[in-house]
């Protein structure tokens, strides 16, 4: 059996503009390249540039118990980790990942771990696609609310707490 190796250059950093808006706060983006080619990813975060840390990625308080920094903050490292699961996903899988194909896994990663949101982008994408009409569609949106609506059922079952391992 022969072994090949696989080689893809994929890195990301979290970093800050350095053009300010009208209110004075810079956007916060994360670049990613692959395999030489760039592609910054806005992360609807704005943040004064002198108040971020581009070296450690992160931002810094505005002033005394600043406690939006600290959401800020969350934000962002859970941005790096969602960049970080979908590079590991396509090594551990020897895919290559390309740049549409991150920005599209990043933009949609919440479609992997909770159905009801893959279920309403689902909707969106084939109306758009005209694969469905509007009546279809509102259809679906009807359906989704409804289960959206049910109510969790939560089993208690005494029977397999007896059992012995």
Known sequence: MKSTQFNQSVSYNVLCYTKPNADGKNLIFMRVIIDRKKKDIGLNIYWPAENFDNEKQIA???????????AVNMVLNEAKARASRIKLRYFTETRLLSISLFKKEFEQFESRENFLFYWEEKIIQVLKDGVIIEYTAVRHRT???RFKLFPVLTLSLPCLTSIAV
Do not use: G, T
């Open 143 to 145: 359906n989704l609310i």
């Open 60 to 70: 810094k308080p505005r002033h005394f118990k600043d406690i939006a920094v600290e």
